[in-house]
């Protein structure tokens, strides 16, 4: 049996992410920061990589006000005589919209200090490939992460 490998596609890489206390992690970008012509800018280099701290308890609460709100509709939208447990069972929590809203306020909220993020001060062809890069590689850490966290709870 023949097996292609599609060599366009780059596997995404983990990011450097360690526990900190009971229940928290830190999620390193510093294998990013090498100085380049679009890093040199950056306001986080070697000395300060940017790094952000996720809480499993944060993802337990994204993915509880996921749950209740879908309850509420499904509520709404069923009979009555529908137990709690026939319900729950409808739930389907999106772990994809729970990162994505993770990237959106923690990492792209921060583009002017990530220079490689902002199209406004660098070509929108490479911030749109180093944004690609780093979204695939920050959703298979926190996949990671979320994995550990559900472990703890």
């Not at 995404?12 to 999620?27: A, F, H, M």
């Not at 790094?51 to 993915?63: T, V, Y």
């Not at 309850?71 to 939208?77: A, D, E, S």
Request: with cysteine; net charge positive.
């Amino acid at each position: 049996m023949l097996l292609l490998i599609n060599k366009s596609r780059k596997m995404p890489k983990i990011l450097n992410y360690s526990i900190v206390g009971l229940e928290d992690y830190t999620i390193s970008f510093e294998s990013y920061c090498s100085l380049c012509d679009i890093q040199k800018f950056c306001k986080w280099g070697k000395e300060e990589p940017f790094s952000i701290k996720i809480s499993c308890s944060d993802l337990n609460r994204a993915k509880e006000k996921v749950k209740f709100d879908q309850l509420q509709r499904l509520q709404k939208t069923e009979d009555v005589s529908v137990p709690y447990e026939e319900l729950i069972k409808k739930v389907k929590i999106n772990l994809q919209n729970i990162i994505s809203q993770i990237w959106k306020g923690k990492i792209k909220a921060h583009k002017e200090e990530i220079r490689c993020l902002d199209s406004h001060k660098i070509d929108p062809m490479l911030v749109a490939q180093q944004g690609q890069d780093w979204w695939q590689d920050f959703n298979a850490t926190m996949k990671i992460v979320n994995n550990e966290c559900e472990k703890i709870t």
